[in-house]
């Protein structure tokens, strides 16, 4: 896929997400909220990265609160040197702060934020997926900066990388890119699709 195609194919996703109403937003939001719970590993895990949702991205209000109630670590993405990603812990109404492309983050402590590595699950902003894991960001490549270690590890390895998308976000296939860093699952208001299970043997 060409610049040219993924440039085209973002525009596209972005004014399809940005369709969709309140009402829809809300109960595919209810969706992968029941839909994390089938995973064991967001049952489970202690450190979870999460993300807050902006232009459309599909809410987490439905999938935070168990977390919280459980006792599990929350931590949202602070922007990093070198384009990369820290993450620092957050609690329900804890205020925020707007960084500099307007997405609102904690506080910026270093004390608090640590380095990706030691999450142990991600979920992860998409504007399209395929059932591989391949995953189209917003292009900023933030993501896949931060978990290129990921690259070198047999997957699903101990941080796990779960894509959070509308079900109309999903594509038949998308072309890797050298820099890609694939998902291990993705969730949608549908259904919870294992990617590992999916791609094609190494």
Avoid at 83 to 109: D, T, Y
Avoid at 150 to 178: F, H, I
Avoid at 184 to 190: A, G, Q, Y
């Amino acid at each position: 896929m060409s610049h040219g195609e993924r440039a085209e194919l973002r525009k596209n996703m972005r004014e399809r997400r940005i369709a969709l109403t309140p009402g829809e937003r809300f109960a595919a939001a209810r969706g992968v909220g029941e839909q994390l719970e089938a995973l064991p590993e967001f049952l489970t895990d202690l450190r979870i990265g999460v993300y807050w949702a902006v232009r459309g991205e599909l809410p987490l209000s439905h999938a935070l609160p168990p977390l919280f109630r459980r006792g599990q670590i929350v931590l949202l993405p602070v922007l990093g040197n070198a384009g990369s990603l820290r993450f620092s812990p957050w609690l329900m109404g804890q205020e925020l702060v707007a960084n500099r492309f307007g997405i609102p983050e904690p506080a910026h402590n270093p004390a608090n934020e640590i380095d990706p590595r030691a999450l142990d699950l991600v979920l992860v902003p998409l504007l399209a997926f395929d059932r591989r894991g391949q995953r189209l960001g917003s292009g900023g490549g933030w993501y896949d900066r931060s978990f290129a270690f990921l690259q070198a590890q047999p997957r699903p390895a101990s941080t796990l990388l779960v894509g959070v998308g509308y079900a109309n976000q999903e594509v038949p296939s998308l072309a890797a890119e050298a820099h890609d860093v694939s998902l291990d699952f993705v969730v949608t208001e549908r259904e919870l699709i294992d990617c590992n299970a999916s791609a094609p043997p190494a």
